[in-house]
C-alpha cells in the first residue's frame, strides 16, 4: 500500500457532516460529536494539543465509525467548550470522565493522539474501570528513560501559532516527496466539510499556554512510564517511524512496560500517521478493538 491514502472523504462523509451538540458537566458545557452505531462501547477520541473537533481527519474518523459509535469532543476551554483549560494533564483526565458521566457512558475505548495519548493514560491510571481498550497514537506515557529528544525546530513551530502550513508539514508529516503529498492530501480533506455550522475557531493563546504547562509539569513529574505495569488493559501503542514530535521509541517502550501493550511503527511516515495511513490505521484500530482475548 502507498504511504498516501488515495482515499478520499467528500460531501457524502458522515464526519464532515455530523452536527455538533452540546452537554453540561461540572460548570462546562462541552461541544461533541457522534458518528456511527449507537450500540457497542463507545470509542472516546483525546486530541493533541491545539486541536480542536475539527481537527480530526474525516477519512479517519469515517473509517474507524463504520462500525462502531465513535465520539469527539473538546475539553475544557478548547475550541467550541466553555470553561478555562485546566493546566495539568490529570485535571484534563477529569474533564474527559466528567463528560463521559455527563452521557451516561460507564465504560469507553480511548483513542488518544499526542497529547491526547497522555490523557488517555491519565484516564486509565485515575479510573481503570472506566476503560476497556486504549490505542495510543504518536503518543507517550511521559516519563520514558532515554526518551530521544526531539528536535530543536519542533519546540519552536509547534508553539507559533503563526506557523501556517509548512510548519504544520514539518510537524506532521516526513520531509519528502511522499510525505508532504500525504500532507496536501489531508488537508484536501478537511476542507470539504459540508455541515450547516461555522467551523470552530482556533484556540486562543492561553489555551496553548496551559496545554504547554501540562504537558511540560507532567513530563517533570515523572508521567505515567512508572505506572504502567501496573495497567492491565489491552493497548495498542502506534506512530510513525518518523515521528519528529514523539518519538516512536516511547512506543516501544511503553508496549514493553505494559503487560498488554502492542506496538506497531509504521514506514514512511510521521505524527500524523494516522491521516496520512488512515485506511490503513483505521482498519487497524478496528482489528484490536474487536479482539476479545
Known amino acids: 500500500m502507498s504511504a498516501v491514502e488515495q482515499s478520499s472523504a467528500g460531501a457524502n462523509s458522515p464526519a464532515n457532516a455530523t452536527i455538533t ?17 449507537a450500540s457497542g462501547t463507545p470509542l472516546l477520541f483525546l486530541n493533541r494539543f491545539r486541536a480542536t473537533m475539527d481537527d480530526w481527519d474525516p477519512l479517519f474518523i469515517d473509517r474507524v465509525a463504520k462500525t462502531r459509535r465513535v465520539i469527539l469532543f473538546d475539553s475544557t476551554g478548547v475550541g ?58 504518536g503518543s507517550t506515557p511521559a516519563g520514558v528513560p532515554n526518551s530521544p529528544p526531539a ?16 510548519g504544520i508539514l514539518y510537524l506532521f508529516f516526513p520531509e519528502t516527496a511522499e510525505g508532504r503529498a500525504a500532507g496536501m492530501a489531508h488537508f484536501g480533506r478537511m476542507s470539504k466539510n459540508t455541515r450547516a455550522e461555522a ?32 495497567l492491565k488493559h489491552p493497548v495498542l501503542l502506534a506512530n510513525g517511524a518518523h515521528d519528529v514530535m514523539i ?21 514512511a511516515s510521521g505524527h500524523a500517521f494516522l491521516f496520512q495511513l488512515a485506511e490503513r490505521f483505521a482498519d487497524d484500530v478496528n482489528v484490536f478493538l474487536n479482539e476479545t482475548n
Open 21 to 37: 451538540k452540546r452537554i453540561e458537566a461540572k460548570g462546562i458545557s462541552f461541544a461533541y460529536r457522534e458518528i456511527g452505531p
Open 80 to 137: 467550541l467548550s466553555s470553561g478555562d483549560t485546566p493546566a495539568s494533564i490529570p485535571a484534563m483526565a477529569d474533564a474527559a470522565i466528567a463528560f463521559m458521566d455527563a452521557l451516561g457512558i460507564k465504560q469507553v475505548d480511548l483513542l488518544g493522539w499526542s497529547m491526547g495519548g497522555m490523557i488517555s493514560f491519565a484516564v486509565a491510571i485515575a479510573q481503570p474501570d472506566r476503560v476497556r481498550r486504549m490505542v495510543i497514537a
Open 151 to 166: 528536535p530543536p525546530k519542533v519546540a519552536e513551530v509547534a508553539t507559533n501559532p503563526q506557523s501556517g502550513l509548512e
Open 199 to 230: 467551523p470552530i475557531p482556533p484556540n486562543k493563546p492561553e489555551v496553548f499556554r496551559s496545554q504547554a504547562i501540562a504537558i511540560q509539569t507532567y513530563r517533570q513529574a515523572g508521567g505515567g512510564f512508572p505506572k504502567l505495569s501496573g
Open 247 to 267: 518519538p516512536a521509541f516511547d512506543s516501544f517502550a511503553a508496549a514493553q512496560q505494559l503487560p498488554n501493550g502492542k506496538a506497531i511503527i509504521y514506514p
